[in-house]
């Protein structure tokens, strides 16, 4: 078998046309399992309030790379006013991971916009 053979088998990008002769080629194929995305950021309701009211930061997760503070209240996300914690957690969870999304915060009155790259989450599947 050539090497490029091999590596078109692997991937499962074979004419489905042609028979499989190889038992290792036929159990190549299938669904790998992405990591969870993840931006390292532990978020609640705001007292009295729409956002997400950030309660932790996980030291040196993508959150605290781009510099989000505890305190922090994120009002949207990507361009999108957000009125809980659960709509980070539907956007950032259909991102794939490397992608950069864009949180405007509340830091003590003054709006910032800070860009977080999605992260696939410590622990779970590669």
């Known amino acids: 078998m050539v090497a490029g053979s ?11 046309a042609s028979p499989v002769t190889s038992p290792a080629a036929s159990q190549a ?11 390292g950021l532990t978020t609640t309701s705001p007292p009295g309030g729409a956002g997400a009211l950030v309660t ?5 997760g993508p959150a605290d790379q781009a510099g989000l503070q ?11 006013a ?20 864009l949180l405007q915060i509340d830091r003590a009155g003054t709006l910032e916009t800070v860009g977080v790259i999605v992260a696939g989450q410590p622990g779970s599947t590669p």
């Open 56 to 60: 932790q930061v996980t030291a040196g």
């Open 82 to 101: 957000i009125t809980g914690p659960a709509e980070i957690t539907s956007v950032v969870g259909a991102q794939p991971v490397g992608a950069e999304v």
């Open 29 to 39: 194929t299938g669904v790998f399992p992405l990591p969870e995305p993840w931006l």
């Open 6 to 16: 091999a590596v078109a088998f692997a991937l499962g990008a074979f004419d489905k």
């Open 70 to 80: 505890r305190g922090d209240l994120i009002t949207a996300i990507d361009g999108q």
